[in-house]
């Protein structure tokens, strides 16, 4: 950019002077313009760098021995939530609740990083009314090591709030403060930091089910049971077939059953189903050799055999009517 802007007459010396000034105010903002254009651009590089290692984390598993991934990941978890259980045997790590600080007194767009670890919301002294008044949300996280090599590594972050005088509520479905996705993202690619060396993709394939399994042409496959949970089923087949995971998701109670002895919870249920595909193989494998209705007709499971033999071992799926729409409300394996 010229500093002098010629014209076709000779400038007098003033008017040299404005003319020099605006052109050098020009290139300033010029320059300016250039430097808030490339921070912008550096801004949506990291971002999407950000985004990209969430991506990762998610796609891989881990090809080395299980005390090397469930110690590599105990550690990952300890530096951030330092108060946590862990059981080895099992592969599971299990946070206590940690008090998030959200800079509006909302469960609103933004939030800092809270120094107090490990808190519980019954023992937390407010010093002052308003602080009284003010509710307070915490954060606790379920992280499984499962499958084999490569391993996978599953983290279930669950929010709550409390008020003084209140019991902790954890927030479930439209409840649910858009902080927590953010938090449980960091937590995975803070794992996924740790083990990267022994990282590999992970393509999740559904292996097909053994023995006949109907087809969503046929639901009359499914046995004398409720149109209602005849529509259930079919939804269930579609779902896994086509690995559409949020049309699963719909057709579970919130406190659906997903194993033995662990507390029901439909997202926990969807981790594990979706990190170990033989699972959903098993599903469809139960509800392909037939269900029976029972209790009046407010009840299904399946298969088949789950009511006709008294010693039966395998996976079972149970369905129940609840108000007006069919759920499924377990599917554990009977041992």
Not at 193 to 215: F, N, S, W
Not at 290 to 305: E, K, L, M, Q
Request: hydrophobic share 40%; charged share 20%.
């Amino acid at each position: 950019m010229p500093l002098l802007v010629p014209t076709c007459q000779q400038p007098t010396t003033g008017s040299l002077r404005i003319t020099t000034r605006l052109a050098g105010l020009q290139f300033f903002q010029g320059l300016l313009q250039t430097f808030v254009l490339t921070s912008l651009l550096a801004i949506i590089a990291s971002c999407a760098a950000s985004a990209a290692e969430v991506k990762r984390a998610e796609r891989s598993g881990y090809n080395a021995d299980f005390s090397t991934v469930y110690g590599e990941t105990l550690a990952a978890v300890v530096k951030l939530y330092p108060r946590a259980a862990e059981n080895a045997v099992d592969g599971i790590i299990r946070t206590a609740w940690h008090r998030v600080a959200v800079q509006t007194g909302t469960r609103g767009n933004r939030q800092r990083t809270n120094a107090v670890a490990g808190s519980n919301p019954a023992s937390t002294s407010l010093t002052s009314t308003a602080a009284a008044n003010r509710k307070q949300f915490f954060i606790r996280f379920r992280v499984h090591v499962v499958g084999g090599k490569p391993w996978r590594i599953r983290v279930v972050g669950e929010a709550s709030e409390w008020a003084a005088g209140d019991v902790p509520m954890p927030l479930r479905g439209a409840e649910v403060p858009p902080w927590l996705k953010g938090r449980t993202d960091a937590l995975r690619v803070a794992i996924y930091k740790r083990l990267k060396a022994y990282a590999v993709r992970v393509e999740e394939k559904i292996p097909q089910a053994e023995g006949k399994i109907i087809t969503i042409d046929e639901p009359s496959s499914f046995g004398e049971i409720p149109d209602g949970a005849q529509k259930m089923l079919v939804e269930i087949h579609r779902a896994i077939s086509l690995r559409s995971f949020g049309d699963l998701r719909a057709q579970l109670a919130e406190d659906v059953q997903w194993s033995e002895g662990e507390v029901g919870n439909a997202d926990v249920a969807m981790v594990m189903w979706k990190a170990d595909p033989s699972l959903l193989e098993a599903m469809l494998g139960a509800i392909g050799r037939g269900c029976v209705a029972g209790d009046g007709n407010v009840t299904v499971s399946c298969p088949r055999a789950y009511s006709q033999e008294p010693n039966f071992k395998g996976y079972r799926l149970i369905a129940e009517k609840r108000g007006d729409r069919w759920v499924v409300t377990a599917f554990v394996k009977s041992e």
